[in-house]
């Protein structure tokens, strides 16, 4: 399987998946209009597309596409309204492309929204916008303590498992990883890196899940130096992991962005 990315809006990525024949998928296709484009210029016919959850810049371009390419079939999450499905899955269902040559595990992320789902295979996963390289979604419809434990649950994939966001935000999340952990040589590393790619107008995606965990601060709720960070921004003690988290994403939310 090939993965590549088509740029959509300012900072989208509509993953574009393919095997060895005519036929592709592609993940999160918030705009009909480049998807049609790429696939044309490379002669490949659309199998399915893969939904992760209900914004419209993941969604926004589904049904075009689907008047254009009759036979595909669209996959998504059975807890959001999302009227063009035509699969709805659940954590633990699998979805098989024959196409492509892929089988895919469904794992549930709910927190950015209530019924956020990820496909996970081929060791890649494709989770849009719940982690994001060295950051997360926030949390629009769904909770704290559920974006919390979505991403605990991430965190334990394999290292090497290759993360395929949904935006281009990786510099912007460093510059915040670097308020949380100004110490962290990794995070100042991968800043370097990171702004390399970018003045190449590369994508910074896809990246390692052992990167993520070195120098995401919302995979570290347990580590020493974001626990105090947390606890400096709070003012005050907090107990547990899902505490410190919120207590990042709160900062995040309300001081950085
Ligand atoms: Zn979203
Ligand atoms: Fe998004």
Not at 163 to 190: K, M
Request: one cysteine or more; aromatic letters at 8%; glycine letters at 10%.
């Amino acid at each position: 399987m090939v993965i590549s990315p088509i740029p959509a809006f300012n900072d989208n990525y509509i993953w574009l998946l393919r095997g060895s024949g005519n036929q592709a998928v592609v993940v999160d296709p918030g705009d009909a209009l480049p998807v049609i484009e790429m696939l044309d210029k490379e002669g490949l016919g659309l199998e399915a597309i893969l939904v992760t959850h209900k914004h419209g810049d993941h969604v926004g371009g589904i049904e075009r596409l689907k008047r254009v390419y009759p036979n595909l079939l669209v996959y998504g999450p059975a807890g959001e309204p999302i009227p063009a499905i035509d699969r709805r899955l659940r954590g633990g269902d699998r979805v098989s492309l024959p196409g492509v040559g892929v089988e895919f595990e469904i794992l549930d992320v709910p927190g950015h929204t209530e019924g956020h789902i990820a496909y996970y295979g081929a060791g890649a996963m494709f989770c849009g916008d719940t982690l994001f390289a060295a950051g997360c979604g926030r949390v629009f419809s769904g909770t704290h303590q559920q974006l919390h434990e979505s991403l605990t649950r991430i965190a334990a994939l394999p290292g090497e498992t290759l993360v395929y966001c949904a935006h281009e935000y990786t510099l912007d999340n460093l510059g915040f990883a670097s308020w949380v952990e100004p110490d962290n040589p990794d995070i100042a590393q991968r800043t370097l890196e990171t702004e390399s790619l970018r003045r190449g107008d590369i994508p910074s995606v896809p990246s390692r899940l052992e990167v993520e965990l070195r120098t995401n601060p919302f995979l570290r709720s347990g580590v020493p130096a974001v626990v105090a960070a947390a606890e400096r921004y709070a003012g005050h003690q907090l107990g547990s992991p899902a505490e410190i988290f919120t207590a990042i994403r709160t900062w995040k939310d309300r001081e950085y962005d």
